[in-house]
């Protein structure tokens, strides 16, 4: 089981970016896919995460209305489209791998994780 998120830079704040997590080992329509962030000096946060088959999505009280997960089976990837940026957004952006969504669990309850993508928002 392997993810690999990419996507990540510098873009200015009101800008958008979408984040990518390649996956491999697994078919990403069969697990949950969360989508977690962690800026220096904070403990990691859950942002937004798409259940097994992709019925059903959640979101961080700060990423709705945003933010929009999806997901591309043909290509094992799921995505983070996000707008409207803001400096606050800035941290490390990961992917992690798991049965249900449960954006609220940060550690040990998600299966395997990505590196993470450095995300900055400034002007």
């Known amino acids: 089981v392997q993810l690999v998120e990419s996507g990540g830079g510098l873009v200015q704040p009101g800008g958008s970016l979408r984040l990518s997590c390649v996956a491999s080992g697994f078919s990403v329509g069969a697990r949950a896919i969360g989508w977690f962030r962690q800026a220096p000096g904070k403990a990691r946060e859950g942002v937004s995460c798409l259940n097994q088959r992709h019925e059903v999505t959640d979101y961080a009280d700060s990423a709705k209305g945003r933010f929009t997960v999806s997901a591309d089976n043909a290509k094992n990837t799921v995505y983070l489209q996000m707008n409207s940026l803001e400096p606050e957004d800035s941290a490390v952006y990961y992917c992690?791998?798991?049965?249900?969504?449960?954006?609220?669990?940060?550690?040990?309850?998600?299966?395997?994780w990505g590196q993470g993508t450095q995300v900055t928002v400034s002007s």
């Open positions: 992690a791998v798991g049965i249900l969504c449960r954006l609220y669990i940060t550690e040990g309850y998600w299966d395997s």
